[in-house]
């Protein structure tokens, strides 16, 4: 039995603006994408199939085309600046540069190719596990793992010698 759209929305929200603001890292377009998303997906949620795909990856998978779309349509880069984005203490309650750590992560962010963002996105800010990410970006679960340690190995490297204080 599927939930009602309603509780889909709520339980997701802030899930799908998180993955589509690290790759943009813009709010107002994360913003206006994730609204892109949740409208298409209520206008198809008749056709969601939970035999299929959890909801979250069917989610992911719309809010993966609607940013390629974006960015397609738009020819922008893949980026924006970080400037454009508000201070840390007037992020809306979604954002997750809200402290001296998340602010750190943002820098990282910024640092790390299109692709890459993407994978930690969904591993991290979506919750996903390597087999759903994997039924997402076309790889097996294992070259997933993989590449998401890599990943973390890099990361590691670009916060060496930066000490990650929680603000008081």
């Not at 206006?32 to 299929?52: C, I, N, T, W």
């Not at 924006?80 to 990282?108: C, H, T, W």
């Not at 930690?120 to 076309?138: F, H, K, P, Q, T």
Request: include cysteine; charged fraction near 30%.
């Amino acid at each position: 039995m599927k939930a009602s759209f309603e509780s889909v929305y709520d339980e997701n929200f802030k899930y799908i603006y998180n993955y589509l603001y690290a790759q943009t890292l813009h709010r107002e377009t994360a913003e206006d994408l994730s609204m892109d998303v949740f409208v298409r997906a209520m206008e198809h949620y008749d056709g969601y199939d939970p035999a299929k795909a959890s909801v979250r990856t069917w989610l992911v998978t719309i809010a993966r085309n609607t940013l390629i779309n974006h960015l397609r349509s738009a020819k922008i880069r893949k980026t924006e600046n970080l400037e454009d984005a508000p201070e840390p203490g007037k992020m809306d309650e979604y954002s997750f540069r809200q402290n001296a750590i998340s602010e750190e992560v943002a820098r990282i962010l910024t640092k790390l190719k299109p692709e890459e963002r993407e994978l930690l996105a969904m591993r991290y800010m979506m919750e996903m596990d390597n087999s759903a990410i994997g039924n997402v970006v076309g790889l097996d679960s294992k070259t997933v793992s993989q590449r998401i340690m890599r990943l973390l190995q890099k990361c590691r490297k670009l916060t060496e010698g930066r000490e990650l204080l929680e603000d008081d």
